[in-house]
């Protein structure tokens, strides 16, 4: 089933639901353009960068459901999003990757003198992470970082991060918290003026804290795998639990969609000669 764009998007693009989530056939060029656009106007926007993880997430919890819903840019982040987007009819579709989404979008970021943040992870690997992007951008502007307790935040820190990044000036906010927890914080902050993207794990790739997949598998969708035995305690659910989970609903979704599509042909053809004797 198509999933409807609206007016989220100077240059719209094909969507479709994945197992009922909205996912977005984006591309980086693309999914680039309409970051840097929103940011040089100063518009309150926010992205999201899915993976399975998202989809099941959505299922699960109606709330969040909607959190990805009223998104401006759902990204497929993961090789099965690409997949399934192919498998429903969007064609060329490409995964925009959050680790290698940021530095681009930095590198335009400093040409356009676009101030950006960073919010989410740990001071140290904050700073890794800005040592790191200053070398390969350095025209980069960067006018905020902050790493927020684990903990759930009081309305009252909330308020005192909000009011920090709009006095900073950031047009463009990475936000780095993981899934489910940046997408609720971005959907809850949506109205602060700045492009919020959330990038996940890209903060701790980027600094150099943790190691990427070979991009062999990342190419055959075994990314999970490299980061399963990396961090099996933290990440064993996820990936042994949601992407089973996943498989089976895509396949029922693509099972369902087949037949009814290739049913309706046969229906009208069988009612057509009713009414023909």
């Not at 693509?254 to 049913?263: A, E, G, I, T, Y």
Request: charged share 20%.
């Amino acid at each position: 089933m198509d999933a409807p764009v609206g007016s989220r998007l100077t240059h719209a693009v094909e969507a479709r639901r994945v197992v009922g989530m909205r996912v977005d056939g984006t591309s980086y060029e693309h999914a680039t353009t309409e970051i840097i656009g929103w940011a040089s106007r100063g518009e309150s926007r926010y992205v999201c960068i899915a993976t399975v993880n998202n989809v099941i997430e959505a299922h699960d919890n109606p709330a969040y459901q909607r959190v990805m819903e009223d998104a401006d840019l759902v990204t497929p982040d993961g090789m099965p999003l690409v997949w399934g987007l192919s498998l429903l009819g969007v064609r060329g579709a490409t995964r925009v990757y959050g680790p290698d989404l940021t530095p681009i979008l930095c590198e335009r970021a400093a040409a356009a003198r676009i101030p950006v943040g960073f919010y989410g992870s740990t001071p140290e690997v904050l700073a890794d992470l800005t040592t790191n992007l200053a070398r390969r951008c350095p025209d980069l502007q960067v006018v905020y970082t902050y790493s927020p307790p684990f903990r759930p935040q009081t309305p009252e820190e909330n308020t005192a991060d909000r009011e920090r990044i709009e006095r900073s000036g950031a047009r463009l906010l990475f936000v780095g918290l993981g899934t489910p927890k940046q997408e609720l914080w971005m959907a809850a902050n949506g109205d602060v003026r700045t492009v919020m993207v959330g990038v996940g794990a890209a903060f701790d790739f980027i600094a150099g804290h943790k190691r990427q997949a070979p991009n062999l598998l990342q190419g055959l969708g075994l990314e999970w795998l490299f980061r399963l035995v990396n961090e099996p305690r933290r990440l064993w659910r996820r990936y042994l639990y949601r992407n089973p989970r996943f498989v089976v609903l895509f396949a029922a979704q693509l099972l369902k969609q087949w037949f009814f599509v290739d049913s309706v042909p046969h229906r009208q053809a069988s009612a057509a000669r009713n009414d023909q004797e």
